[in-house]
């Protein structure tokens, strides 16, 4: 079935570090691929998609590229900032649902500290 | 900017209770979803609604578990008889047709003693 792996976290680093959050799927076909940020006291908001293969999401200085030979769509960001300090959950959606519900790895906890 | 609202934040509920889990989607979007997430765990999908059915449930969503959209504004999550096992954060989220994209709510956390 379909299924995503994040690493485990918590992730923590110094403000201005180089961040990645692995992330790998399994799925049929070819999915599309999310990440989603929850800071503390919010809902999940969406940070990045990509639709197709060697597609890259960008927002916010965050990227992270479709790679359909690795099944990955790891995220980075070259310089975090403490504002950055939120779970961050990869998720995708398979074509084979016509109602669009997502498929979410368990969650990365970042920390930036000053 | 609109945004998908849940209430209560915090439910706390005894063994075998109903709950009812109220969300108010973004007013123009047609596909509505619940999520749960057991702490620790991973988001899991419950159930997608659209048009006024249920259009995908998983496995966890057995006969305890309803969905109701009953004027048009609210989407509501109901547990008959709740069990220890449904303590969890639920999160509410709605999408347009066009992009499926999804916007979530803040989440209520049920706890059940």
């Known amino acids: 079935g379909n299924s995503v792996t994040q690493m485990e976290g918590p992730v923590t680093l110094s403000e201005e570090a180089f961040l990645t959050i692995n992330c790998t799927y399994t799925a049929t076909g070819y999915p599309s691929l999310f990440w989603y940020v929850q800071y503390p006291g919010e809902g999940l908001q969406l940070l990045l998609k990509a639709t197709k293969a060697d597609d890259k999401g960008s927002n916010k200085g965050f990227e992270a590229t479709y790679r359909k030979e690795t099944t990955s769509f790891h995220l980075e960001k070259g310089s975090v900032q403490v504002s950055d300090s939120a779970v961050y959950f990869c998720a995708l959606r398979s074509i084979s649902s016509n109602t669009g519900k997502l498929i979410f790895g368990q969650g990365t906890t970042l920390q930036v500290k000053p | 900017e609109p945004e998908v609202t849940q209430t209560p934040s915090h439910q706390v509920t005894q063994m075998g209770q109903e709950v009812i889990l109220r969300c108010v989607p973004i007013?123009?979007?047609?596909?509505f979803y619940w999520y749960r997430q057991i702490l620790g765990q991973k988001v899991e999908f419950l159930v997608s609604f659209y048009n006024n059915e249920i259009s995908e449930k998983s496995e966890i969503f057995d006969d305890q578990f309803s969905v109701e959209r009953p004027d048009g504004s609210n989407f509501t999550l109901k547990i008959r008889s709740t069990k220890l096992e449904d303590s969890a954060m639920y999160f509410c989220?709605?999408?347009?047709?066009?992009?499926?994209?999804?916007?979530f709510g803040p989440g209520t956390r049920l706890t059940v003693l």
């Open positions: 007013s123009n979007h047609l596909y």
């Open positions: 989220a709605s999408g347009d047709q066009r992009s499926y994209e999804q916007f």
